[in-house]
């Protein structure tokens, strides 16, 4: 089987099968998932010459990751930032390298991959998004994530996916956002302005996302991201949709929580948005 026979979530789910064999053999917890296992276990199970046979923290200034093969390309090695702090995004990396392993390594033979790198999940066709399915696939998978979640959406049940899966925080929302029907936004903000936002696609057909690539957007005054004196707001609470959106075709309030994060001097801030809303600018009528 060659990589571009494999699309992420086959590729991942192919391993998960691997994996629950070894479990119900050894008897060990499904989650969280054993990423170094996998990667160094990939190359026996699909009968490919060029395994991985290392994952350790190098210095990568500018870099979360890096998966490099040597100069006979008979073997490759994971390397991840030695700055990265965060068990959760160090696990992410591993598997975003993993899933370059999996899908990418016929296309070449070095990959490095910045911090922007690993938010692409919804970013169309191109290999960094690819990566970045694959890892999610691969250390929280839909069956059980869907699961956890049991209607409810807040900052503690995605707290618990975090824990349950040795994910960052962002990353279990930015699992969330890829499946829901529901409207819903996740912004990161710093010093009242958007580092970068990801919006559900339910969000994204009704107008409401912002351009963070390029743009300086600052937070909208009124809203609860913007109250540098309330840290946070797990379950959320009701603010006017236009205080976000201008263009919201109602006064009906959408629903604003956040968190903020001393680690990372920035506010995560989640906004779910009613099902009837829409927020594109009214075309102007000639």
Known sequence: MKPTDLAPPKAANLLHRASMLLQEIHGVDRFPIDVDAMAKGAAELFKWKDPITELTPVSLPGFEGMLAADEK??????????????????RFTKAHELGHYMLHRDRQEQFLCSKEDMLEWDGGKNIEAEADKFASHLLMPLDDFREQLNGDVNFDVFSHCAERYQVSLTAAVLKWLSYTEDKA???????????????????????????????????????????????????????????????????ADLTEMKIFSEQYDCTMTLLLLPKYLDCWKPKVEV
């Open 73 to 90: 390309v008979s073997k490759w090695m994971i390397a991840y930032n030695d700055t990265l702090s965060s068990n959760g995004r160090i």
């Open 185 to 251: 936004v996740l912004i990161i903000s710093k010093d009242g302005y958007m580092d970068w936002a990801s919006s559900s696609n339910a969000a994204k057909k009704s107008g409401a996302y912002f351009k963070t690539k390029n743009n300086t957007i600052e937070i909208p005054h009124g809203t609860l991201a913007s109250l540098t004196n309330e840290p946070e707001d797990r379950f959320g609470r009701g603010i006017s949709a236009k205080t976000w959106f201008k263009y919201a075709d109602s006064d």
